[in-house]
């Protein structure tokens, strides 16, 4: 019998008491805190009522905790999922399963501009896209609205939720605006406009123009919800590429004291020293490596190692279909590794960065106290030929299964009393 098929069958055995008692002791691991202390070889790590209460060598196990044996094999926090809309849609191509966006008016000035828009009240944490992700080693992502046809540059708000099913978000609330040419049609084709916009609504939100005034776009939710983020009570994140309207942005987020991220960045490795010296983190896609339009002409493989060796904080984002492939961003990170990013910054671009910006307590990294939201990872997490062994919330062993893996079960097994969807072809023909 293999060493993993060992392992398996150790899991098996422990998940029941773990999910009652919430304890346990992993022992051997190779141990990535994506904190400062890196990572520990051969550590051990116990958890006590669904928190990390103890890291280290040779740890005493208490007789009602439940141990399990590493092997040596590396256990991580769980991973960021990106900026996702998973909950939010079932079916991409199916407008009826899809909750992300706001689509009323067309054209400028019926442009429908509701920052107060929170997609968080429609998710489901039942969605079959929470286990499919889950079992990947993802334990929470960033819900972010989308803008649409008829939308407004500011699409609304989001959080970060957990992937464990609960329903309410764990983290604050986070605004998010969409700047450059993808949504040019929003704004009379003009990119000026949309600076010009920006400043009108922040100045309603101050109350410089008045709700009565013809001129005014924001509903008195809306104002309020500026207000809170003008405040600093909030972190915004801006989709935008282009090195001009990132240069642009850190003059207006400096002007109204905002604390800002990026999303995208494409062209952020032009202005990585200004980006270091406002602390702006970059969420950014290290597989946008082409000039898919004129914004992002000088995409580059290596865009989060030039981010990262200036001081800027990074992170990643998928560019597209985030949520059904939100687990590739394990791939992401590879690739950013591959192209400069040192190792242990590219599992903190999936943990401890993401946590810190979008203020999830108790998450993004192993040190004592947290959250016992663990990976025992086959091999290195940031391998897409590895993958997660077991995942824990809260100290609670998850069932490793979801809608692919029965799937996958039912038409790569042997036959069973389910009949396969097709007969099996005939070789002697």
């Known amino acids: ?45 116990l958890v006590r009522g669904g928190k990390i209460a103890a890291i280290g060598k040779g740890l005493a196990a208490p007789a009602d905790v439940p141990t399990i044996d590493a092997g040596g094999r590396p256990l ?78 500011i699409a609304g708000q989001g959080a970060i939720v957990r992937l464990d099913g609960s329903p309410d978000p764990a983290g604050p609330r986070v605004l998010f605006v969409e700047l450059g040419d993808d949504v040019s049609s929003l704004t009379g084709q003009s990119r000026a406009a949309q600076w010009m916009l920006l400043e009108q609504f922040f100045d309603e939100a101050r109350g410089r123009i008045p709700a009565t005034s013809p001129m005014a776009m924001l509903t008195p939710a809306g104002r ?28 207006f987020a400096d002007r109204h004291r905002l604390r800002i991220a990026i999303s995208g960045g494409s062209e952020a490795w032009k202005l990585a020293r200004e980006l270091a010296a406002a602390k702006v983190p970059v969420f950014v896609d290290p597989l946008a490596n082409l000039p898919a339009d004129f914004d992002r002409l000088g995409a580059r493989m290596d865009n989060a190692a030039l981010l990262h060796a200036a001081g800027v904080p990074v992170g990643m984002v998928q560019s ?89 079960d039912r038409y790569l097994g042997p036959a069973g009393a389910l009949p396969r969807a097709y007969p099996a072809p005939d070789r002697a023909r």
Not at 372 to 382: H, Q, R, S
């Open 320 to 408: 597209n279909d985030a949520s059904h492939n939100a687990r590739k961003v394990r791939q992401l990170a590879g690739n950013a590794v591959a192209y400069g990013l040192p190792w242990e910054d590219g599992l903190a671009a999936l943990t401890r960065v993401p946590a810190e910006a979008f203020g999830l307590p108790g998450a993004g990294g192993l040190a004592v106290g947290q959250r016992a939201d663990l990976v025992l990872w086959t091999g290195d997490p940031l391998d897409v030929s590895s993958t997660a062994q077991q995942v824990w919330f809260g100290g609670r062993a998850i069932e490793m299964r979801s809608r692919q893996t029965e799937l996958r």
């Open 76 to 153: 991580t926090p769980t991973l960021f999922g990106g900026i996702t809309r998973i909950g939010l849609e079932e079916v991409s191509g199916e407008a009826k399963t899809v909750d992300a966006t706001l689509t009323l008016g067309r054209g400028t000035r019926e442009m429908t501009v509701r920052p107060e828009f929170d997609v968080t009240l429609a998710f489901n944490p039942d969605s079959a896209l929470l286990a499919v992700n889950r079992v990947e080693g993802l334990g929470w992502t960033l819900l972010g609205p989308g803008t649409g046809e008829g939308g407004s540059i």
């Open 224 to 251: 309020a919800v500026l207000s809170k983020f003008l405040a600093g009570n909030g972190r915004v994140v801006f989709k935008v590429e282009r090195a001009a309207d990132i240069r642009q942005l850190l003059r």
């Open 1 to 45: 019998m293999s060493r993993l098929s060992i392992l398996a069958g150790a899991l098996l055995l422990a998940l029941s008491p773990a999910l009652a008692a919430q304890e346990l002791l992993i022992r051997n691991a190779t141990v990535h805190t994506a904190t400062a202390r890196g990572t520990l070889q051969d550590a051990d790590v």
